[in-house]
């Protein structure tokens, strides 16, 4: 029996680290397709269906998908026994939050590239929810998207009222009246960052318990 025992604890560690590969390179898989996606559509920029393509997996497919699919690799384990490690809800709010947040901050880079400032005229401002201005460029031309609350949109702005603007010809990038920007990159590399380390803890210890799942 000790020669027995001796053969086989090497081999745990191989799986373990077999373990962490796997996880790893599909967890950096969906968060960095999360962050990439929602920020390369302003940035390009990419037609319109393949950017809210894009977003679909970037706010949603992706982000389940880490949380999911390492539920879904048990194997051994009956479906009604499966469960899934607390660890695996954390890629799945940072990867949404990166699909939202590296979206602004792929306007923010399309801006600084292509943007252009003009006055504006609001044609119309909606304040039924989040605020929301259309604009039109005092000689005429048209400003899409709308700008929104966060961007110069407040509550004191009202039809008619002239704004400047920093706006993407392309119409694809919100416009917005910030002379600066904000930088998101720190947050977004955190976020980054805790859904790969939080996803390749939550992946191991899925494969783990379903390795020593005895059917009891």
């Given at each position: 029996m000790a020669v027995g025992t001796a053969r086989n604890e090497p081999t745990a560690p191989v799986w373990w680290r077999t373990d962490v590969v796997r996880w790893l390179l599909f967890s950096l898989v969906c968060a960095g397709g999360s962050l990439g996606l929602s920020w390369v559509g302003p940035v390009v920029p990419l037609p319109a269906p393949l950017r809210g393509t894009g977003l679909l997996l970037a706010f949603l497919v992706l982000p389940l998908a880490s949380s999911l699919v390492p539920v879904l690799f048990l194997r051994r384990v009956p479906r009604r026994q499966r469960k899934m490690a607390w660890q695996l809800i954390v890629p799945l709010m940072a990867g949404v939050a990166m699909g939202i947040f590296g979206d602004a901050a792929g306007d923010e880079v399309a801006l600084a590239d292509r943007g252009v400032w003009t006055e504006a005229v609001v044609v119309r401002m909606d304040d039924s929810g989040t605020n929301h201005c259309d604009l039109r460029a005092v000689d005429g031309g048209e400003i899409?998207?709308?700008?929104?609350?966060?961007?110069?949109?407040?509550?004191?702005?009202?039809?008619?009222?002239?704004?400047?603007?920093?706006?993407?010809?392309?119409?694809?990038?919100?416009?917005?009246?910030?002379?600066?920007?904000?930088?998101?990159?720190?947050?977004?590399?955190?976020?980054?960052?805790v859904a790969v380390v939080m996803g390749t803890w939550g992946g191991v210890r899925q494969s783990r318990w379903d390795r020593s799942y005895d059917g009891r």
């Open positions: 899409t998207p709308s700008l929104s609350e966060g961007d110069g949109c407040h509550d004191w702005v009202s039809k008619g009222d002239r704004l400047r603007v920093r706006y993407d010809p392309a119409g694809v990038a919100s416009p917005t009246d910030d002379p600066h920007g904000g930088s998101d990159g720190a947050f977004l590399g955190t976020l980054f960052a």
